[in-house]
């Protein structure tokens, strides 16, 4: 998301004062965790529309409620994969950014 930030910062024809990011369900959460960690780079957009944040660990209990210990294997592996835990990548009211 920050990449595209700046890609359209940078582009000519468009007006700077009008960006919008439109995010949602998992983008949502990448955004949220984008925005917690790198506040300054979404300086003086027009809006930011974040809709229906996913919370991962919710998602993948549901899916993976048929495989004994995989919850943990997945949650291994994407925080050796991205430095974050589920409960990390997911958007909680109740959980500071």
Known sequence: MIGA???SR??????NSRITLLSRRLGTNSVLVALSRRPKEFDNL????AV???ALRALAGTALAQVPG????????IKHLTGFDL???SASPTRRM
């Open 46 to 49: 027009a809006a930011l529309v």
């Open 52 to 54: 229906r944040p996913v």
């Open 5 to 7: 930030i700046r890609y």
């Open 70 to 77: 995989s919850i943990g294997l997945l949650e291994s592996e």
């Open 87 to 89: 409960d990390e990548l």
């Open 10 to 15: 940078e582009r000519l024809d468009i007006d």
